[in-house]
């Protein structure tokens, strides 16, 4: 499972081999059942993830009814930002759609890494400014693009999820009900064929 992390991690930097065991040390293994959740709306996130196997969403209640608004498969870091950052209960729940592998460590633990291991904290804002970059498109394509330009952005955006994720949660992510999903794919397929 680290070696995944430390070949994500490696896309953004070199690591020494001594680095390489602080980090092993510094991220513990964890499963995440399909269905559980990594952290629900209320709590305090304690934790930053990073995904080797599996599958996340992050979603929220509005008016009672649960609104998608990212997922997060292998190679890819999760936490709710916020929340861990500023020790504050965080709005957003974060929940496995498989038995979700995964690396966590704390905040100490984070800071420990920042201060022990060379470059650490210029991967870490690369990471976040990646994510950032993300989440800001999928912000802007909710008030860009009507529920088919959602739909599509989706497929450009997950075309390894379609198939993985129950099709109301993508309803949900694109802002729709599933029937209205529906009438989204048929009317994109007859353009196709």
């Given amino acids: 499972m680290h070696k995944t992390l430390i070949n994500t ?11 390489i065991e602080i980090c092993k040390s510094l991220f513990k293994e964890t499963i995440v059942k399909r269905g559980d959740f ?3 709306a209320g709590e305090v996130s304690k934790y930053i993830g990073f995904i080797s196997e599996g599958l996340v969403r992050y979603f929220v209640y509005k008016n009672d009814t649960e609104s998608t608004l990212e997922f997060s498969s292998e190679g890819e870091f999760i936490v709710e930002y916020e929340s861990f950052l500023e020790k504050t209960k965080c709005i957003q729940n974060i929940q496995a759609l498989e038995d979700t592998k995964m690396l966590i460590t704390d905040h100490q633990g984070l800071q420990t890494l920042y201060n022990t291991i060379e470059n650490s904290e210029t991967i870490g804002r690369q990471i976040i400014e990646y994510r950032f970059k993300h989440l800001m498109k999928q912000l802007l394509s909710i008030y860009m693009h009507n529920p088919e330009e959602r739909y599509l952005h989706f497929m450009k955006t997950f075309p390894d999820l379609i198939q993985r994720v129950p099709q109301y949660y993508i309803a949900s992510y694109v802002g729709v009900k599933p029937e209205s999903l529906s009438r989204i794919k ?3 397929a007859s ?3």
Avoid at 13 to 19: D, N, V
């Fill in 9 to 19: 991690l490696a896309n953004y930097g070199s690591f020494k081999p001594e680095e």
């Fill in 38 to 40: 990594f952290i629900r």
């Fill in 186 to 188: 048929k009317r994109i």
């Fill in 191 to 193: 353009q196709i064929s």
